[in-house]
Structures are given as structure tokens and as C-alpha cells.
């Protein structure tokens, strides 16, 4: 059946604290595999030339069934309408501890780099510095998303992405049992959902968040659970403190996790979601790009999209149906549309509750405003029948729509229209990051 990621990380507070201040066509390895003798670059990288210079300000973007690991076990399935990259993690300012790691999920809805445990080779592992506080303690991190939650080690390492690269960048190792980091605060775990910590419960080997923040806490952080999407922890050797640590009383050289997009030293102030238009019944593979900084090269301008820019905790307004829906966003770490409409018949057969399944084709639209009424379009997408449509082959799937009401979501999102990766197909969808200028216009803000 499909499978819903859920991935939108819980922003609130986020923009507002950074206007202060989920592989390619040819991966180099698998998840669990090899290391690579560079940092320089991944697999993914392409580069193109305009104007006689070289342009590497991208990484191809490809949708198929997803890392190999996710086919191990009783329990094996494979992916739907997840976008992949590939990225490669080296030791601090080494060229040859160094790992390319290929399906790592592509989610504008969330900010930081995190990789599972299991998918780095012991050598890196233990070559990437963990991150302390204050008194020298080691940092754990909680994150949290719609429906589950990832927690493990706060560690430095130098990224990688197409063309653009950061150095020591800090990164989240999810499932990390070394040290303090083996068992999850409650604090973190209770009412959360699914722990994310393998490959299969992830769906990918990683996940890169670059979304509209510029990193993914900051002050927001508080000593009470759920009024962020991040929480850091205290780590000494004998197991995280129940009490969380604000981020803004860990001191240099502690950093929390950045957008990467973010912390690139240019073409660093957003992204380009490119996704090509894929039939009904779907395909079994989908290459698309996406593109580093906006306004920033001849490959990324605004070309004719309309900026909608956000509100303060990321959400643009749909209209449907009548219902302004304030809370609503564009997300490629949600694999199908999440949206309410009762009119439309729901599939009853098993292991499809809540997708929507009408009898025909639909043609549906939604009034897109941005914060204080500025922007403002209403583009079209189909709805279809999401178990009679698509093909039993098919990984990127167009039309396909679900219930959330219907969903066992632990941090469900209200009064919302998740336009998923079905809505990404045959555009290109702008996320601009906040506090940054491009096009002309201070994010954070998407464009359509």
C-alpha cells in the first residue's frame, strides 16, 4: 500500500527566531556501504555550463523504490513518492574518512541534516565529534514530526551536496547507542509516535531538512516538551538528563543543526524543488533537481512563480471549499495531498483508510494567500482513485490523496492543506529561507 512519511516538522517559533538572528540516478553506494576517497562532491552532483562558466549550485533529485535495506525482512516494502539525494559526510577536514550516502530524503518541511546509525561505517562514526555543552557533556537532540520523532548524538562533520559543501557542519545521528545516547528521554519518546531510528522505520538512510528555517531551534528551544520541533538534552556518559538544555545557553563551539542549505557559503538562500509531470498510473522512477539559492546563478531565478510568503510559524492559507485553511504548506516530506473533504469518497479496502478513491478523475483547486494577504494564486491538481490508479510498479504516484482526520497522527497538524510531493510534480516549488533575501523579498516564503 502507500506509505505516508509524515515529516513535517513542528515549526512553531521557528521563523520567528530566524528572522532574529524526505540518491541520484547512479549512486556511488548503497546506505550501509563503502566510503569514498573525496569530500569534494557526491554522486548526485551534475553541473552545466551558462555564460562560459560551470554551474554546480544542484543535485539531481530522484523518486523510486528506496534504499535496498527497506526490502530486508518480513516487513519489507518499498517507497512511494519520496525524493531522494545523495550527500557525502567526511570527517572534520578529512579527504579520505569519508562516506557517500545515497537515498537520504529531501524534505522541505524540516531543517537539519540526520543519518541513521546503521547506515555509517564504524570508522566515521567514530571520527565525527560529538557536540558538548557547557560542562563538557555530550548533546543529544529530540525532533520532532507529525506523526514520529528521531532522537540520537549531536555531532560535527564536513557536507556535501551537488556542487556546494560546509565545513564541520553539525548533524544528527539518529539510533546512536554509543556513550549516553542509548536510551530515549521520556521526555522525548512519550506521546510522539514511531521512533524513526532505522533505515526501514525512515525510509531512507537519512534525511535532509531544508526548509524554511535557518537552523532548527534556537531560542524556541524550552524546558518543557512539544512547544518546539527540536529539544537538545544533556548527555552525560551515564544517560540524557530528563531536563532539556536551551539552545541558547550552549556557547561556542556547539552548534546546533542548520539548514545546510543555510549554512552554504553562497547560494544560501533557499531552494528549487524541480519534479517533472508523471501520468496517472504513475512510473517506476522519476529524476528531477533541486536547485541551491534563488536569484543566485542563471539557473535559479524567479522566472514567473509568485512569491506567497508565510506567517511567522511557516503556513501559507488555502482556501478549499470554501474553509480558509491557515495552517497549510508545501512539503516534500509528505508523500500523498493531506486534506478534508467529505464529499469525496474514501477507498474501503484494506489497508487504504483515509485515501480518497472517487470514481473518476477530479480536477481540484485550492485559493492560495500568503501572510496579510500578500501573493495570491489558485493552481489546479487532480485527485484519483489511490487503489485502482496507480500501478502495482509505480513509486511516484500524481493524484493521490488522503483523510488526516482519518490518521493516527501523534502531532497532527489543524485547520491545514499538506500539499505533498503529488502536488511538486510538473513544477517547480520555491522555498525561500528566512531572514535571507531573495528574489528581491525577505523569507521565509514559498513560491508557485
Not at 86 to 110: E, F, K, R
Not at 321 to 341: C, E, I, R
Not at 377 to 391: G, K, R
Not at 396 to 420: E, H, L, R
Request: aromatic residues 8%; hydrophobic residues 35%.
Amino acid at each position: 500500500m502507500p506509505r505516508h512519511i509524515g515529516l513535517r516538522a513542528l515549526v512553531l517559533g521557528l521563523i520567528t527566531l530566524a528572522l532574529a538572528a524526505c540518491g541520484g540516478g547512479s549512486p556511488a553506494t548503497s546506505g550501509s556501504g563503502s566510503t569514498s576517497s573525496t569530500s569534494s562532491g557526491s554522486s548526485s552532483s551534475s553541473s552545466s555550463s551558462s555564460g562560459g562558466g560551470t554551474l554546480t549550485n544542484f543535485a539531481q533529485v530522484v523518486i523510486d523504490a528506496g534504499p535496498a535495506a527497506l526490502n530486508v525482512g518480513p516487513n519489507g516494502y518499498t517507497a512511494s513518492n519520496t525524493p531522494y539525494v545523495t550527500i557525502t559526510v567526511c570527517a572534520p577536514g578529512s579527504t579520505t574518512n569519508c562516506q557517500t550516502i545515497d537515498h537520504v530524503l529531501l524534505d522541505t518541511g524540516s531543517v537539519g541534516l540526520r543519518i541513521e546509525a546503521g547506515v555509517l561505517n564504524a570508522s566515521l562514526l567514530s571520527a565525527l565529534p560529538i557536540q558538548t555543552d557547557p560542562a563538557g557533556n555530550g548533546v543529544g537532540e529530540c525532533y520532532e514530526y507529525v506523526d514520529n520523532y528521531v532522537f540520537g548524538s549531536v555531532r560535527s562533520g564536513d557536507f556535501t551536496i551537488g556542487g556546494e559543501s560546509v565545513p564541520a557542519m553539525a548533524l544528527q545521528v539518529i539510533g546512536d547507542t554509543t556513550g549516553g545516547f542509548g536510551t530515549v528521554p521520556n521526555s522525548c519518546s512519550s506521546g510522539n509516535g514511531s521512533n524513526m531510528n532505522t533505515v526501514q522505520a525512515l525510509g531512507a538512510n537519512a534525511i535532509i531538512g531544508v526548509g524554511l528555517g535557518a537552523i532548527d531551534c534556537g531560542s524556541s528551544c524550552s524546558n518543557t516538551k512539544g512547544s518546539g520541533g527540536a529539544i537538545y538534552y544533556d548527555c552525560p556518559s551515564s544517560g540524557c538528563n530528563s531536563v532539556v538544555i536551551r539552545g541558547e545557553s550552549l556557547t561556542a563551539p556547539f552548534q546546533q543543526l542548520p539548514n545546510p542549505v543555510a549554512a552554504f557559503a553562497t547560494d544560501n538562500n533557499g531552494t528549487i524543488l524541480s519534479l517533472p509531470s508523471v501520468p496517472p498510473a504513475g512510473q517506476v522512477s522519476v529524476t528531477g533537481t533541486i536547485y541551491f539559492g534563488i536569484g543566485t546563478q542563471t539557473n535559479n531565478g524567479l522566472g514567473t512563480a509568485t512569491i506567497i510568503p508565510t506567517d511567522d510559524n511557516g503556513y501559507i492559507t488555502a482556501t478549499y471549499n470554501g474553509t480558509a485553511l491557515t495552517n497549510s504548506f508545501f512539503d516534500s516530506g509528505s508523500n500523498y495531498l493531506y486534506f478534508v473533504d467529505t464529499t469525496i469518497a474514501q477507498c474501503t479496502e484494506t489497508g487504504f483508510s483515509g485515501f480518497y478513491c472517487p470514481p473518476q478523475t477530479l480536477t481540484l483547486s485550492a485559493a492560495i494567500t500568503g501572510a496579510n494577504g500578500q501573493g495570491s494564486i489558485t493552481p489546479s491538481f487532480p485527485l484519483e482513485d489511490a487503489y485502482n490508479t496507480p500501478s502495482a510498479t509505480a513509486n511516484a504516484i500524481p493524484g493521490i490523496g488522503v483523510n488526516p482526520n482519518t490518521q493516527n497522527f501523534s502531532n497532527p497538524i489543524k485547520n491545514s492543506f499538506d500539499f505533498g510531493v503529488p502536488f511538486f510534480f510538473g513544477r517547480k516549488v520555491y522555498t525561500a529561507i528566512a531572514g535571507r533575501n531573495a528574489a528581491g523579498t525577505t523569507g521565509p516564503w514559498f513560491g508557485i
